[in-house]
Structures are given as C-alpha cells and as structure tokens.
C-alpha cells in the first residue's frame, strides 16, 4: 500500500513537467499564413516570448495540472486552481514577470494611484513620483520584480516605471 502510494505522489509530482513538455508555442501551433493574418510576425521577440509564456501559463494543461496537484491526499477535492500570490508580502517564491492590460483609462500616476490589472491583481503606488501619459485606453503593462523584494510596473511604450505593491 505504502509503495502505491509513493508510486502515485512521483505521478502527479511529475505533472506540471509534463504540462510544460506538451506546451507548444504559438507560431508552432499556427500555420505561416493564420501567423501573418492574425498580426502575430508584427510583435518583437520579447512580446512573442511574453505572448506564449502567457498561454503556457494560462493553457488547460497546466491549470489541469494545478489541480490535481492541489488534490493530491484528498479523496475528493475541488478542481481550484490556486490564486496567483505574486507580489503579496510573504509570497516571494515566483517572482517571475507579469504582463497584462490596466482596465479602463490611464494618465499616468501621481503619488497615489491604483492600478487594476485584466488579470485581476491589484496594485498601488509605493513611491511620491508622478508621471503624465497622453490618455491610453487599457495599456500594457509590465510588473517586473526589483531590489529588496519590491516590485515595479512599467507601461508599453514608455521608458518609466513606478514602484508599486500589491493591495488585491
């Protein structure tokens, strides 16, 4: 009994591998031509690279994956997937970029503002620095990891970023 059990934990320990393996890329996925008329061939190698790390992330195998991860030792356990954790205060293990859009119109930031990313994370101004933008509807946005375990977003097209921390 001991021995299916240590048999069953290396199975799904295995899985997120095994996720990642059956990953593909999306000019492998796609033909030259639905490439080309999709607009993809226009996007530079570091936002294809952030394109397809946000499908591997994303994509039904590795949520699956999660999951049964999550119910390892539970007879029966919901299908959860667990929440992203990044940026929370006592959840630095994944430091790993995050790109998404900001929801609604954006100007720039000025001590105090509060952005509310697509992908549901929820960030605030940590520094006094003000900053002023053209009005952009639902800009890309870039929070990367910084010194001493802060965090800076960044928009598109733009050669400023701003410390943040994560509220939601």
Same mark, same amino acid.
């Given at each position: 009994?001991?021995?299916?059990?240590?048999? *069953?934990?290396?199975?799904?320990?295995?899985?997120?591998?095994?996720?990642?393996?059956?990953?593909?890329?999306?000019?492998?996925?796609? &033909? =030259?031509?639905?490439?080309?008329?999709?607009? *993809?061939?226009? *996007? &530079?190698?570091?936002?294809?690279?952030?394109?397809?790390?946000?499908?591997?992330?994303?994509?039904?195998?590795?949520?699956?994956?999660?999951?049964?991860?999550?119910?390892?030792?539970?007879?029966?356990?919901?299908?959860?997937?667990?929440?992203?954790?990044?940026?929370?205060?006592?959840?630095?293990?994944?430091?790993? *970029?995050? &790109?998404?859009?900001?929801? =609604?119109?954006? $100007? =720039?930031? $000025?001590?105090?503002?509060?952005?509310?990313?697509?992908?549901?994370?929820?960030?605030?101004?940590?520094?006094? $620095?003000?900053?002023?933008?053209?009005?952009?509807?639902?800009?890309?946005?870039?929070?990367?990891? =910084?010194?001493?375990?802060?965090?800076?977003?960044?928009? $598109?097209?733009?050669?400023?970023?701003?410390?943040?921390?994560?509220?939601?």
């Amino acid at each position: 009994m001991n021995k299916l059990l240590v048999i *069953l934990s290396l199975m799904l320990s295995a899985t997120p591998l095994y996720a990642q393996e059956r990953f593909s890329s999306v000019e492998e996925r796609m &033909t =030259g031509k639905e490439f080309i008329e999709t607009g *993809l061939n226009k *996007l &530079t190698e570091a936002e294809l690279a952030a394109l397809n790390q946000w499908l591997r992330n994303h994509s039904v195998a590795t949520l699956e994956s999660a999951a049964a991860q999550s119910s390892v030792g539970s007879a029966v356990a919901p299908a959860v997937v667990a929440q992203d954790e990044r940026g929370f205060e006592g959840a630095e293990t994944d430091r790993s *970029l995050i &790109t998404s859009r900001l929801v =609604g119109e954006f $100007d =720039g930031w $000025d001590g105090e503002t509060i952005f509310e990313l697509e992908n549901g994370m929820v960030w605030k101004q940590d520094e006094t $620095d003000k900053f002023f933008t053209r009005n952009l509807v639902n800009p890309m946005v870039t929070v990367k990891s =910084g010194l001493f375990n802060s965090w800076r977003l960044s928009v $598109d097209g733009y050669n400023k970023s701003v410390k943040v921390k994560r509220i939601q």
